[in-house]
T-cell receptor, first 115, second 112 residues
Framework: NAGVTQTPKFQVLKTGQSMTLQCAQD?????MSWYRQDPGMGLRLIHY???????DQGEVPNGYNVSRSTTEDFPLRLLSAAPSQTSVYFC??????????????FGPGTRLTVL | AQSVTQLDSHVSVSEGTPVLLRCNYSSSYSPSLFWYVQHPNKGLQLLLK??????LVKGINGFEAEFKKSETSFHLTKPSAHMSDAAEYFCVVSRDDYKLSFGAGTTVTVRA
């Protein structure tokens, strides 16, 4: 199993540009989520999904969209990039729709810089 | 509401000495608690988890944590630090709305 994969690893955008961060998992996990990591703030939840066709907002959803058309894929779209979105983005998945007791499997991250 | 406070942003230890990373949580119910480790430029990896079974939880690489409900703490320890333990550590608490709350992280430096 490849686990959780993310592309690209690095990205530089100009303010106002849009892009999609890709996330895929091959473990048939129901729960998938996107986090951003900023220094001194831990990880903050952007959006999550408890299964195909079901998504919901996390703590910091503004400026981001998600969709979940398949179990495997959970792309994150930046609609109009802003410098405040400069961060490291992590995708994670876990076996069931309830992450309470389950290990989260994290991808390697995407380092995004917005100029 | 559930939240997590990691009491030290940075811990420096000598190789072979004990490591203690402190975590306090607040929760309106009995949560599940986790410790994750992140090595430089890597994703996060689960060290251990507490899910209302034994209060002393053993994890990978010699780490363990003790859940103390009366103190609302979940401190992480290791008896003897190794150079490979240099990383950032996150205390995480489950919430009752399909979400997890992460602490701000503790960076561990190991001196030779």
């Amino acid at each position: 199993n490849a686990g959780v994969t993310q592309t690209p690893k690095f990205q530089v955008l100009k303010t106002g540009q849009s892009m999609t961060l890709q996330c895929a998992q091959d473990m048939n996990h129901e729960y998938m989520s996107w986090y951003r990591q900023d220094p001194g703030m831990g990880l903050r939840l952007i959006h999550y999904s408890v299964g195909a066709g079901i998504t919901d907002q996390g703590e910091v959803p503004n400026g981001y969209n998600v969709s979940r058309s398949t179990t495997e894929d959970f792309p994150l779209r930046l609609l109009s990039a802003a410098p405040s979105q400069t961060s490291v983005y992590f995708c994670a998945s876990s076996p069931s729709g309830e992450p309470f007791n389950n290990e989260q499997f994290f991808g390697p991250g995407t380092r995004l810089t917005v100029l | 509401a559930q939240s997590v406070t990691q009491l030290d942003s940075h811990v420096s230890v000598s190789e072979g000495t004990p490591v203690l990373l402190r975590c306090n949580y607040s929760s309106s119910y009995s949560p599940s608690l986790f410790w994750y480790v992140q090595h430089p430029n890597k994703g996060l990896q689960l060290l251990l988890k507490y899910t209302s079974a034994a209060t002393l939880v053993k994890g990978i690489n010699g780490f363990e944590a003790e859940f103390k409900k009366s103190e609302t703490s979940f401190h992480l320890t290791k008896p003897s630090a190794h150079m490979s333990d240099a990383a950032e550590y996150f205390c995480v608490v489950s919430r009752d709305d399909y979400k997890l709350s992460f602490g701000a992280g503790t960076t561990v430096t190991v001196r030779a």
